[in-house]
């Protein structure tokens, strides 16, 4: 698939996500999803997709599916970028391959401090400006370093806990907890 932005366009992902096969994506949700715990009793899957999180779950587990657009009757639409945001609370926000769309990441982050007490998030980083044209390509409106997702993460009351850096992919996993919650 061709990428390429020419100057002054912007992609968006809804006109990108019909080109994509959204299956490729499932071995970054197993891979974060290995990081819940039997604690982990509801979930906000913020920028649910297929709902591949879902499948990895047990029953028991609250399930709420968000998406940007309707999926299946159990989908909660919000567009972040338009600043909805589920009235939801949860144990976890799961955040896999979603951050990258979002215009105000800082107001995304704010909205998790009262709503949830754990976040699973996959970004793939910007190390330098030779990136852009690669992300803008992609349709991602923002191009944080790790030091900045662990910034927003914790002026919004989470620290970070796990972490894992993937060099190949210039991407990670993370997972933050609300500071409270992690001394208690």
């Not at 698939?1 to 366009?9: C, I, K, S």
């Not at 809804?14 to 891979?31: A, F, Q």
Request: glycine share 4%.
């Amino acid at each position: 698939m061709d990428d390429h932005v020419p100057a002054g366009t912007h992609k968006k992902w809804d006109d990108l996500e019909p080109k994509y096969d959204l299956s490729t994506w499932r071995i970054r949700v197993e891979n974060l999803s290995k990081w819940l715990t039997p604690k982990d009793t509801s979930i906000l899957d913020l920028g649910a997709g297929e709902m591949y999180l879902r499948e990895l779950i047990p029953d028991t587990v609250l399930y709420y599916p968000i998406d940007y657009k309707h999926r299946d009757s159990s989908t909660i639409v919000c567009d972040f970028n338009k600043r909805q945001f589920p009235a939801h609370h949860a144990d976890v926000a799961f955040i896999s391959g979603v951050l990258e769309y979002v215009e105000d990441a800082d107001w995304f982050f704010s909205m998790l401090e009262n709503q949830v007490k754990k976040i699973l998030l996959t970004y793939v980083f910007c190390n330098s400006a030779k990136d852009l044209p690669y992300r803008q390509g992609k349709a991602w409106v923002n191009h944080y370093r790790i030091d900045e997702i662990i910034h927003l993460a914790g002026k919004n009351g989470f620290v970070l806990v796990q972490y894992l850096y993937n060099h190949a992919s210039k991407s990670a996993r993370f997972n933050f907890v609300k500071d409270i919650y992690f001394s208690s």
